[in-house]
């Protein structure tokens, strides 16, 4: 565990991999709350996604260990990523290709076991590129912002990460198929998680990890208290996050979060500050 960071959680390991919350038609137009999606467009009953209910999913509940995996593990040596600083601001540069980690074959083959839920058509793209100018310091909005359904967020491997609905207003991360490393095309290409994915989530064991930023400058971070286990909602504000020492740059210091967990909204639930592209 990091030196001086210690996490105390209100109800520890009450959410399991085996049992999590379902997130359907947990998001709102209207505003924020807690354990939620303030989300800036209404639900598409009519959007591409997953045509079958997975037999992983169990009434309110769905099983991450039953979940079917896109087959396949493709590594991206052409994957570029950058965060510089030297300008006050933080600037990530990416081709939105994984550095280290790898993806599944897509588009999703007939032969695919995971083509009975999700006939995901996309392809990754390799001539995507994206630039985050953050905020190095984010000041707070008088009220919470709601998300878009593009990137809300770059992980430190390079991908982006979009919020946890998909376009029908369903619990993206539960319903449609992804990879070994929980991530998938969009219809243009973009590759991108709804969650912090298990091949970043697993390896961050400290008390406090950097994972990622959200587009409004605020770190993204995987928290453990002293056994180990992520907090809950229960333990997070209206926006998935609080503020407690955290380790950002080398340091440790008292800053507002977004905290990664087991259960929906998974990382980001509006955003504190107004989003920067």
């Known amino acids: 565990m990091s030196a001086s960071i ?6 520890p390991g009450s959410v399991t991999v085996d049992a999590i919350p379902l997130g359907d038609g947990k998001f709102s137009t209207d505003g924020s709350a807690l354990g939620s999606v303030f989300s800036c467009n209404p639900a598409n009953p009519n959007a591409p996604g997953a045509q079958v209910v997975g037999p992983w999913v169990h009434g309110d509940t769905w099983n991450a260990l039953e979940k079917v995996v896109v087959q396949g593990e ?4 052409t994957a570029n990523f950058t965060v510089n600083t030297d300008t006050g601001q933080r600037v990530i540069s990416t081709n939105n290709l994984p ?17 009975a839920y ?24 008088s009220s919470p912002n709601c998300l878009g359904m593009g990137a809300i967020g770059v992980l430190l491997n390079g991908v982006v990460l979009f919020s946890a609905v998909d376009a029908r207003g369903d619990d993206a991360v ?31 064991t400290g008390a406090s990890t950097v994972v990622g930023w959200s587009v409004d400058g605020y770190p993204i971070v995987v928290e453990r208290d002293a056994t180990g286990q992520l907090p809950n909602n229960g333990d997070l504000d209206e926006c998935h996050g609080r503020t407690s020492p955290i380790l950002l740059d080398g ?3 008292e800053q507002y979060h977004y905290s990664a967990t087991l259960e929906y909204p998974y990382t980001v639930g ?8």
């Open 6 to 11: 210690t996490n105390v959680w209100d109800k």
């Open 74 to 77: 493709v590594s991206w040596p």
């Open 99 to 115: 550095v280290d980690t790898a993806t599944g074959n897509f588009p999703i083959a007939a032969s695919d076991p995971a083509a």
């Open 118 to 141: 999700d006939r995901n058509p996309n392809a990754i793209s390799d001539a995507l590129a994206f630039t985050f100018t953050l905020p190095m310091t984010p000041q707070d909005s």
């Open 174 to 204: 539960a319903h449609e198929t992804q990879d070994v490393c929980q991530g998938h095309p969009e219809q243009r290409g973009a590759y991108h998680y709804h969650e912090i994915p298990t091949c970043l989530r697993d390896n961050a």
């Open 251 to 253: 340091e440790i210091v």
């Open 270 to 277: 509006c955003f504190k500050a107004a989003a920067t592209t």
